[in-house]
Nanobody, 116 residues
Framework: QVQLVESGGGLVQPGGSLRLSCAASGFTFRSYAMRWYRQAPGKERELVAG????????NYADSVKGRFTISRDNAKNTVYLQMNSLKLEDTAVYFC?????????WGQGTQVTVSS
């Protein structure tokens, strides 16, 4: 049974930091590229950051470059998203996704709210 379980979301003030985690199980984690998406109310889902299966390649949305860092620990089957200097517009539900050759898996999402 494939599972992607996000954690670490919550309420934070502008300028603050959060670290999201996504624990994976039920598939060969090290063989999958991982991506974080987010969806704000009334907006389309957007790609935030991605990391290759071997961690040798990462990519970021322009809106988060220099503030967010994606990483993974294949020994722990976990992907992370370190979010610094958070802005009001970062408020969204954040989804962890796993991208394989034939399958794509999605987590249930974790809410991140940036508010003063």
């Amino acid at each position: 049974q494939v599972q992607l379980v996000e954690s670490g979301g919550g309420l934070v003030q502008p300028g603050g930091s959060l670290r999201l985690s996504c624990a994976a199980s039920g598939f060969t984690f090290r063989s999958y590229a991982m991506r974080w998406y987010r969806q704000a109310p009334g907006k389309e889902r957007e790609l935030v950051a991605g990391i290759s299966s071997g961690s040798n390649s990462t990519n970021y949305a322009d809106s988060v470059k220099g503030r967010f860092t994606i990483s993974r620990d294949n020994a722990k089957n976990t992907v992370y998203l370190q979010m610094n200097s958070l802005k009001l517009e970062d408020t969204a539900v954040y989804f962890c996704t796993a991208w394989g050759v034939n399958y794509v898996y999605w987590g249930q999402g974790t809410q991140v709210t940036v508010s003063s």
